[in-house]
């Protein structure tokens, strides 16, 4: 019997390439880049399943052009980029790749949060730039760690990470959340506060929220100006959380301290934003997940999700389980 055709649509970790190959004629985008979207929608007209990434759009138009489509497997946890009502619809199950990157992500979280508190972007420009002429006194001053207190907007399972990260610092943590799990306070020794009460008391922020229609631009001018002025945002979830121009405003005049940011809106940041001005903004490339067991372990579990859809079995890691029972 033929193996069923997939395309995988970047370069990825050879993790999930080879449990493919075993079961499935692979068709690999084997670049760094991501595919042009008519390649795409030329590629995808007589496969089975696709691997894809936070960079596809799977939409009406990507399924309308893949009739024999069964499964779509992102290798991401987050899948805003997947219309999974459309897919829903269609029968399609959705599968991605959460709990494997809980840790991962909450390290680079964190570390944007030391980043952005000892300004250590700035001191690498500085020290480049020729200008360390001498030990100072005043130079690069940021606000303690230990002992402050982190609002986490999103208590979830990186939320929840992020947590106990700050409690070996000895942090307060506040966070919002209107789904938290019951016992948490308890638990993480942590509390659960309002919007407003995390904006007005926090000296750090970190944002684990998803993004929905209801978290875009939940930071914007009104929020900024809650804020301390001190205060360190860490977005290391989704750009369209934050009102990119309004941070650039509140930034610039002082309404918080500084940005950490690994995510932007869009990605990539065009080389003319105004943030990219700014000298109390740090930006990375959406590196959340990126330590190589993690990518590793995020590329085998997204082969898994796939195989199992192909095979017309529930996917281990699935968005839409009302999906049950997969086009075979
Ligand atoms: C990365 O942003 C992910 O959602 O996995």
Not at 3 to 14: D, F, I, M, S, Y
Not at 92 to 120: H, Q, S, Y
Not at 278 to 301: F, K, Q, Y
């Amino acid at each position: 019997m033929a193996k069923p055709k997939v395309l995988v649509t970047r370069r990825v970790p050879e993790s999930g390439i080879q449990k493919l190959r075993e079961v499935a004629d692979v068709d690999l985008w084997d670049e760094d880049q991501p595919i042009p979207r008519d390649v795409l929608l030329q590629k995808v007209r007589d496969i089975d399943g696709i691997f894809c990434l936070l960079t596809e759009r799977i939409n009406d138009e990507l399924l309308d052009a893949a009739p024999k489509l069964r499964v779509v497997s992102n290798m991401a946890v987050g899948f805003d980029n997947i219309d999974v009502a459309a897919c829903t619809r269609r029968g399609l199950p959705v599968g991605n790749t959460p709990g494997v990157l809980t840790e991962t992500t909450a390290d680079l979280a964190f570390a944007l949060l030391m980043a952005g508190a000892r300004r250590i972007s700035e001191g690498e420009r500085y020290v480049r730039a020729g200008k360390w002429t001498t030990w100072g006194p005043l130079l690069l001053m940021g606000p303690d760690i230990y002992g402050a207190t982190l609002g986490i907007v999103g208590i979830g399972r990186i939320g929840q990470a992020m947590a106990r990260r700050a409690k070996g610092f000895d942090m307060r943590v506040l966070y919002h959340d209107t789904q938290a799990p019951p016992g948490l306070d308890e638990k993480l020794g942590v509390t659960g506060v309002d919007f407003d009460r995390l904006l007005e008391e926090s000296d750090f922020i970190s944002i684990h929220t998803p993004l929905l229609p209801s978290t875009r631009h939940l930071f914007s001018t009104a929020q900024f100006k809650k804020m301390r002025p001190t205060a360190v945002l860490v977005n290391s979830a989704r750009g369209p959380i934050i009102d990119q121009r309004a941070l650039y405003e509140a930034l610039r005049d002082g309404e918080i301290g500084y940005a950490a940011l690994d995510v932007t809106d869009p990605e990539p940041i065009p080389m003319d934003d105004p943030l990219l001005t700014l000298e109390n903004c740090l930006i990375v490339p959406h590196i959340g997940s990126a330590s190589v067991a993690t990518r590793n372990r995020m590329s085998s579990m997204a082969a898994d999700n796939l195989i199992a859809g192909l095979r017309g079995e529930p996917l281990p890691n699935t968005v839409n389980p009302e999906v049950r029972a997969p086009k075979v």
